[in-house]
């Protein structure tokens, strides 16, 4: 079992930068790929990043790729996400997921737990 709890969202001007927290409970933390996902009011939940268990392989959807920055420190059991030039389009509830396995996913049905989620608004 895995408890996420996700951090660091709020409001943001077009072009800023925030860096979203996810802290995990459990001993076992480390042997979980990890995600971020997004969901806009109206539309489905969507992949933006995933990182192998060990933090050596990461994936980034198109939309995503060169402004957000995956990274986890299983010393902390806490995943990143660092989100530079963010637009309004980026607003939405940002969850981060855990999937048994080393490898890393960028479907829902691969991910196993579920935060909360924290809102990112993105003004222009």
């Known amino acids: 079992q895995v408890q996420l709890v996700e ?4 409001l943001v001007q077009a072009g800023g930068s925030l860096r979203l927290s996810c802290a995990a409970s459990g001993r076992t933390f ?8 997004r ?3 109206g ?12 933090g050596g392989s990461t994936y980034y959807a198109d939309s995503v ?8 420190d299983n010393a902390k059991n806490t995943v990143y996400v660092q989100m530079n030039s963010l637009k ?6 940002y969850y981060c997921a ?21 809102q990112v608004t993105v003004s222009s």
């Open 98 to 118: 855990a999937g048994q396995g080393s490898l890393y996913y960028t479907a829902r049905s691969q991910y196993n737990y579920w935060g909360q989620g924290t």
């Open 88 to 93: 309004p389009e980026d607003t939405a509830v």
């Open 30 to 37: 480390s042997s979980y790929a990890m995600g971020w996902f």
């Open 43 to 54: 539309k489905e939940r969507e992949f933006l990043a995933a990182i192998s268990w060990s």
């Open 65 to 72: 790729k060169g402004r957000f920055t995956i990274s986890r």
């Open 7 to 10: 951090s660091g969202g709020g």
């Open 39 to 41: 969901q806009a009011p």
